[in-house]
């Protein structure tokens, strides 16, 4: 028999439990067997750590044709995009990470880590522009500037004075 609970119980489930099927097949792409590596870096490897690296690919070996199909599988190389100067430390690094990832998985997944240097694929976020400043304060800062004969270095200061004195904006 049909009731109300029956039907919310099958209706309502997390954003969260679709999110990682609806990855995979795009992780997949990339080597990985799953996006439990994508989804979960920040878990994985910690804050400091995520702001300087991100996965980029989990590279398996190739399996010849004589290969026996009981032999045991070699775990990957898992490839990462570091910023800068980071990269040393994190070489340095390497086995702990290996070590985290695979406890993550739950087997000996990654053998290896490779290291890439280059700018990390994240959308920067917008500043709002400073809201121009009062007529008084420009007026106060034209008052400063009175002496400076030079247009162009007196235009400079004026704006730079008007942007010092206008009153803080709150942050949000």
């Known amino acids: 028999m049909w009731t109300p609970s029956a039907r ?3 209706w309502s489930r997390p954003l ?3 999110v990682g099927a609806a ?3 795009l992780a997949a792409r990339q080597g990985f067997g799953e996006s439990d590596i994508l989804l979960n870096w920040d878990a994985i ?3 400091r750590l995520m702001a300087v ?3 980029v690919r989990l590279q398996w070996p190739i399996r ?3 290969t026996s199909p009981d032999a045991p599988v070699e775990p990957a190389t898992l490839h990462l995009r570091v910023e800068g100067a980071f990269a040393l430390e994190l070489q340095h690094l390497a086995p702990v990470l290996i070590e985290r990832v695979n406890a993550r998985l739950g087997w000996k997944c990654v053998g290896r880590v490779s290291l890439k240097q280059g700018p990390l694929e ?3 976020r917008r500043r709002r522009a400073p809201p121009p400043p009062s007529a008084a304060t420009l007026e106060r800062a034209r008052a400063m500037t009175e002496g400076i004969e030079d247009t162009a270095l007196r235009d400079a200061l004026n704006r730079l004075g008007a942007q010092a004195l206008s009153p ?3 942050k949000t």
Do not use: I, T
């Open 53 to 55: 690296c991100e996965p």
């Open 23 to 25: 990855l995979d097949p």
């Open 64 to 66: 010849g044709p004589k």
């Open 122 to 124: 994240r959308p920067q």
């Open 168 to 170: 803080k904006r709150a």
């Open 45 to 47: 490897v910690g804050e």
């Open 8 to 10: 919310k119980k099958a």
């Open 16 to 18: 969260a439990e679709f």
